[in-house]
């Protein structure tokens, strides 16, 4: 007999990962001039939403994690708070620092 855990019971009520995530979904991306590339795609995989790449972005920000593309694609395959704020997505690193380098301000 197998049980399966929901993720969203492994992350607090109080946790800061739930702000971000309240805080980048009232965001209009539009607004903010971030934009996806649909262009650059080339295996045919769906381009990540902004709010997506937003959010790991500011999650390593607050985590100090801030130059390092890499340490946080290895935080998305093992940390429960940032699974549980992306939906169990997996952006590759070159993803994230694409999305760093573009929308640099």
Known sequence: ??????????VDFNNIVRAVDSYVEILNIKDLNI?????????GQPAFHPKLLLKIYIYGYLNK?????????T?????IELMWLIQGLTPSY????NFRKDERR
């Open 65 to 73: 994690i801030r130059r390092s593309s890499r340490k946080l694609e």
């Open 75 to 79: 935080e998305i395959k093992r940390n």
């Open 35 to 43: 934009k996806t590339k649909r262009s650059l795609i080339a295996d």
């Open 94 to 97: 070159k993803t994230i620092a």
């Open 1 to 10: 007999m197998s049980s399966t855990i929901n993720i969203s019971t492994l």
